[in-house]
């Protein structure tokens, strides 16, 4: 079945460096979806990417869709304290119509 | 309602005893999805409903659980014979098709 491989699984970083999580697929995605869970929380959605190639930009977030559509980053800019938390990647293929989730990317965040 | 809402919170149970944990999803979605997560870990794909179709239940881990929903609304996800590897937080959410999901706040349940 299909897979969603997610790295790194752990990402310390300090106050205003950057961030990027990688996503790789074994199989082609119509498209892919980045959530995010904060501490406690639950997963809360960011953006779906759908074109070969694409790139969307959320304040100093930067996501991309590779042209082969099996893989995927999120790249954060001067992170923040408000950036913690998990970063999920998410393909079409768990269930029917579900999604299958990578394993995520924790952020943590040095001051 | 405004969101994906979850109940209960927090379920403490017995090793052996069964639970039931209650999702009630946006209204007017038709798509409604059960995830297991683990401390720290990932989320696991568990069952899938979408309109009055039947659900894909391929996700379910054994056959002590089981989920329904009624009236492609509410859905209520059964684990019986509850064992202490099913502790972790049971994540429900709604869709309209395939796009976004939204998730309610999660049950965490420990089983003792």
């Known amino acids: 079945g299909q897979q969603v491989m997610q790295i790194p699984q752990y990402q310390h970083v300090q106050e205003g460096e950057d961030f990027t999580t990688y996503c790789n697929s074994s199989?082609?995605?119509?498209?892919i979806q980045w959530y995010k869970q904060r501490p406690g929380g639950h997963p809360v959605f960011l953006i779906q990417?759908?074109?070969?190639?694409e790139v969307k930009k959320q304040k100093r977030l930067t996501f991309q869709f590779g042209e082969a559509k099996k893989n995927s980053s999120l790249h954060i800019t001067a992170t923040q304290t408000t950036d913690v938390g998990t970063y999920f990647c998410?393909?079409?293929?768990?269930?029917?119509?579900?999604?299958?989730f990578g394993k995520g990317t924790h952020l943590i965040i040095q001051p | 309602g405004a969101g994906v809402s979850q109940s209960p919170s927090n379920k403490v149970t017995e090793k052996g005893k069964d639970v039931e944990l209650r999702c009630d999803p946006i209204?007017?979605?038709?798509?409604l999805y059960w995830y297991r997560q683990s401390l720290g870990q990932g989320l696991e794909f568990l069952i899938y409903?979408?309109?009055?179709?039947?659900?894909?239940k391929s996700g379910l881990p054994s056959d002590r659980f089981s989920a329904e929903r009624t009236g492609g609304s509410v859905s209520t996800l059964t684990i019986q014979r509850t064992q202490q590897e099913d502790s972790a937080v049971y994540l429900c959410?709604?869709?309209?098709?395939?796009?976004?999901?939204?998730f309610g706040p999660g049950t965490r349940l420990t089983v003792l």
């Open positions: 959410a709604s869709s309209l098709g395939v796009q976004r999901q939204y």
């Open positions: 199989t082609t995605l119509s498209n």
């Open positions: 990417l759908v074109k070969s190639g």
């Open positions: 998410a393909g079409p293929g768990g269930g029917a119509d579900g999604l299958t």
């Open positions: 209204s007017g979605h038709t798509a």
């Open positions: 409903f979408q309109g009055n179709s039947a659900p894909d």
